[in-house]
C-alpha cells in the first residue's frame, strides 16, 4: 500500500508486527505512552482490522478509542456496527467482546487509551472475515 492519504495528529508508527497475528490486514502502533495510562496512536491500512477481542479486568479496565483521521469501523458483539471518523469517541467496557479497524476504501486512526484496573488483559477470538466484514459495508452505508 502507498502512503496514506490522511493527516493524523500523531506520527503513523512502525508496523505492528507485535500483535500482527491479531489483526486482518496492516497496521502500525506508535505508543504514545506507557507510564501510568496506555496510550497508543493505531493506524490502519484501507480493511485491516484487528480480532474480535475483549478487555477483561476484575475491576475497571476497557478501552477508549479517540478517532483522529479517516474512517473505521467499531463493533460491539450483538450490536449494528458504528462508523467512525474524526471525533468519533468509543467507550468500551470491560468484557465487551467488540473489533475496530478501517473501512475498505480508507486508511484510519485512532488513539486507544487503555482503561486502568485490575487484573486487566486482553483475550483475543477469531478473525472478522471478509464475509462478515463485507456485510457491515452495505450495512452501514444503507444505515
Known amino acids: 500500500m502507498s502512503g496514506m492519504d490522511i493527516n493524523p495528529i500523531f506520527p503513523r508508527g512502525e508496523k505492528n508486527d507485535a500483535f500482527g497475528q491479531y489483526f486482518v490486514g496492516q497496521s502500525y502502533l506508535n505508543m504514545l505512552t506507557t507510564k501510568g495510562v496506555v496510550i497508543g496512536n493505531v493506524t490502519f491500512e484501507p480493511g485491516c482490522r484487528n480480532n474480535w477481542h475483549i478487555h477483561q479486568a476484575s475491576t475497571g479496565g476497557g478501552q477508549i478509542l479517540l478517532a483522529t483521521a479517516g474512517s473505521g469501523w467499531y463493533q460491539a458483539e ?37 482503561v486502568p484496573g485490575t487484573n486487566t488483559s486482553t483475550e483475543w ?17 444503507n444505515a
Not at 468500551?92 to 486507544?112: E, L, R
Not at 477470538?125 to 452505508?141: K, R
Open 125 to 141: 477470538f477469531d478473525a472478522v472475515d471478509d464475509e462478515h466484514y463485507n456485510n457491515l459495508i452495505v450495512q452501514g452505508e
Open 78 to 114: 450483538g450490536e449494528a456496527p458504528v462508523s467512525l471518523t474524526p471525533g468519533s469517541i468509543v467507550v468500551i467496557p470491560a468484557g465487551q467482546k467488540h473489533w475496530h479497524g478501517a473501512k475498505a476504501d480508507s486508511w484510519f486512526t485512532h488513539i486507544a487509551i487503555e
